[in-house]
T-cell receptor, first 115, second 112 residues
């Protein structure tokens, strides 16, 4: 389809393991975002990429979290040494360009459960 | 102080009534304002955005922006049970249209 896709849709892991979450943005979108949403909570900004500029990492909660975006398209969010408090839905979004009236389009999310 | 604040609700309205959802923001440099709807277990989806003072209507939805008072609201006319969801307010700023600041959302229940 033409929307944002994320994989896996669900991930169960054991505490201390590393996980990788993948996001495929809408083709041609220059901006890509990662958010975290805990149960019943709002969206917590993690990181965004815009074109070839340095990413804004100001929302990453600890150095266990990292993200990269290869070739200006696909992005991977990596969580090292997972903790139970990392359990949440991780949402990816993309945006066409840097214009003010442009909205983000969200993917279906990856539901992460750390046991 | 949070960038964007919303009452968490739940806001309960009877079917057919007008639902009024409010959002305040702290930075006068905020430029564009977005309303998203999020059904339980689903991702947010855009309802509408506004960037000029006044009202903007789209079907049963009206967004209202008052920059002097730093609030934006969403009115839903003829509310339907299918409108029951969490509504998220988001803003971006004139010096960085790429970064979005989200409120925590207001849960709306429309009772048949």
């Amino acid at each position: 389809g033409a929307g944002v896709s994320q994989s896996p849709s669900n991930k169960v892991t054991e505490k201390g393991k590393d996980v990788e979450l993948r996001c495929d943005p809408i083709s041609g979108h220059t901006a890509l975002y990662w958010y975290r949403q805990s149960l019943g909570q709002g969206l917590e900004f993690l990181i965004y990429f815009q074109g070839n500029s340095a990413p804004d990492k100001s929302g990453l909660p600890s150095d266990r979290f990292s993200a990269e975006r290869t070739g200006g398209s696909v992005s991977t969010l990596t969580i090292q040494r997972t903790q139970q408090e990392d359990s949440a839905v991780y949402l990816c979004a993309s945006k066409r360009d840097s214009g003010g009236g442009e909205t983000q389009y969200f993917g279906p999310g990856t539901r992460l459960l750390v046991l | 102080q949070k960038e964007v604040e919303q009452n968490s609700g739940p806001l309960s309205v009877p079917e057919g009534a007008i639902a009024s959802l409010n959002c305040t923001y702290s930075d006068r440099g905020s430029q564009s304002f977005f309303w998203y709807r999020q059904y339980s277990g689903k991702s947010p989806e855009l309802i509408m955005f506004i960037y000029s003072n006044g009202d903007k209507e789209d079907g049963r939805f009206t967004a209202q922006l008052n920059k002097a008072s730093q609030y934006v609201s969403l009115l839903i006319r003829d509310s339907q049970p299918s409108d029951s969801a969490t509504y998220l307010c988001a803003v971006n700023k004139e010096y960085n249209f790429n970064k979005f600041y989200f409120g925590s959302g207001t849960k709306l229940n429309v009772k048949p």
